[in-house]
């Protein structure tokens, strides 16, 4: 099974800044099936970028996607203050999907 | 609106059996594989079970094979997740979510099990 392991675990960053986020897998991953969600708390995660640099419906162009093989990253360009939230990476690969344990983004 | 609402969810004893339903709206749900994932309080996302659109092929999380059935009702738009053999570890928010593009795109908010004595 495919392990996915986001850092940083806390990224603390001001409104306006620019985040980076890594998702490293322990074996290579389909980047067609790479996907990134945000959750906020108390409500259902939402999904951001699929097939690792696709932007779902709606998702504003300030969030991005990149990467291939064992190494992923999600980059929002200037940071909203609705941006705050915990973020994971999710892959698919013979009939199992796993999640990453997530990076939270606070405020700093 | 395209739209997912879970039900199901509750307290029961370590063992016992519960199911969970998940009523789809807004968009072609024979079309769509659909999943279910928990998130244990405080803690990350866990995929559990898949079920494909036309041919009802079902995946499980190794966590909860053998014990939990996914189902589908395409007839009434509605997935359904059967638990068994209850551990307090399944304690969790459930959520149902479609598949695209083997990615969750749309989600319900969640219907919250707990397992406790």
């Known amino acids: 099974e495919i392990v996915l392991t986001q850092s940083p675990g806390t990224l603390s960053l001001s409104p306006g800044d620019r985040a980076t986020l890594s998702c490293r897998a322990t074996?290579?991953?389909?980047?067609?099936?790479l996907a990134w969600y945000q959750q906020k708390p108390g409500q259902a995660p939402r999904l951001l970028i699929y097939?690792?640099?696709s932007r779902a419906s709606g998702i504003p162009d300030r969030f991005s996607g990149s990467g291939s093989g064992t190494d992923f990253t999600l980059t929002i360009s200037r940071l909203e203050p609705e941006d705050f939230a915990v973020y994971y990476c999710?892959?698919?690969?013979?009939?199992?999907?796993?999640f990453g344990q997530g990076t939270k983004l606070e405020i700093k | 609106e395209v739209q997912l609402v879970e039900s199901g969810g509750g307290l029961v004893q370590p063992g016992g059996s519960l199911r969970l339903s998940c009523a789809a709206s807004?968009?072609?749900?024979?079309?769509?594989?659909m999943s279910w994932v928990r998130q244990a309080p405080g803690k990350g996302l866990e995929w559990v079970s898949t079920?494909?659109?036309?041919?009802?092929?079902?995946y499980y999380a190794d966590s909860v094979k053998g014990r939990f059935t996914i189902s589908r009702d395409n007839s009434k738009n509605t997935l359904y997740l059967q638990m068994n053999s209850l551990r307090a570890e399944d304690t969790a928010v459930y959520y149902c979510?479609?598949?695209?593009?083997?990615?969750?795109?749309?989600w319900g908010q969640g219907t919250m099990v707990t397992v406790s004595s």
């Open positions: 079920i494909t659109g036309g041919d009802g092929r079902t």
């Open positions: 807004g968009f072609t749900f024979s079309s769509y594989a």
């Open positions: 979510a479609n598949v695209r593009i083997s990615a969750f795109d749309i």
């Open positions: 999710q892959q698919y690969g013979a009939s199992v999907w796993t």
């Open positions: 097939g690792a640099s």
């Open positions: 074996q290579s991953v389909s980047s067609t099936y």
